[in-house]
T-cell receptor, first 115, second 117 residues
């Protein structure tokens, strides 16, 4: 069974459209993250939720809106897509509070291409 | 604030040779350190981590890394490279548990490892 899953795996869309990416984890973790990997493979944190509460909100355009309906899910909605939004978006999860267990488990990524 | 610098965006070795991927970090608080590997068109897989305790940590696939606080380094090594090791490797840092950054990972720029037959 996949620990952290993302849908869709590939997303090709036109500029100006609105799209969503979904993430689900079955690890029982309480914290989830969205990272963006740009064309140069640089990975940067975007958002994080802990128990459905937004705890990290990096400098990201407000066209990006995360939503966590429950601890196992973290979705990312993007309005008015721009060319610069083309990237691979990774979801990750971890369990806060377990000493020595700070690693994050990553999903397979969603490759977003904006034309 | 935390940052990570990986020296060398590309490293090329022969099969059977020593692999050394360099990582230096900056952190105002005691760090947790990680190495992740990314194979083409795949997600990130944890190779190994340093949290507390022994500074030499062993990971999967024969990799190991040593935390050197005085040098603010966490270099990744493997005694003998295999063709299957060809991938991109990312060093990352986070705060220790309970920190105000909520465990977010700050990544280095990545190092592409090429293994020649």
């Amino acid at each position: 069974d996949t620990a952290v899953s993302q849908t869709p795996k590939y997303l090709v869309t036109q500029m100006g459209n609105d799209k969503s990416i979904k993430c689900e984890q079955n690890l029982g973790h309480d914290t989830m993250y969205w990272y963006k990997q740009d064309s140069k493979k640089f990975l940067k944190i975007m958002f994080s939720y802990n128990n459905k509460e937004l705890i990290i909100n990096e400098t990201v355009p407000n066209r990006f809106s995360p939503k966590s309906p429950d601890k196992a899910h973290l979705n990312l909605h993007i309005n008015s897509l721009e060319l610069g939004d083309s990237a691979v978006y990774f979801c990750a999860s971890r369990m806060v509070g377990l000493a020595g267990h700070n690693e994050q488990f990553f999903g397979p990524g969603t490759r977003l291409t904006v034309l | 604030a935390q940052s990570v610098t990986q020296l060398g965006s590309h490293v090329s070795v022969s099969e059977g040779a020593l692999v050394l991927l360099r990582c230096n970090y900056s952190s105002s608080v005691p760090p947790y350190l990680f190495w992740y590997v990314q194979y083409p068109n795949q997600g990130l897989q944890l190779l190994l981590k340093y949290t507390t305790g022994a500074t030499l940590v062993k990971g999967i696939n024969g990799f190991e890394a040593e935390f050197k606080k005085s040098e603010t380094s966490f270099h990744l090594t493997k005694p003998s490279a295999h063709m299957s090791d060809a991938a991109e490797y990312f060093c990352a840092v986070s705060e220790m548990a309970g920190g105000t950054s909520y465990g977010k990972l700050t990544f280095g720029q990545g190092t592409i490892l090429t293994v020649h037959p």
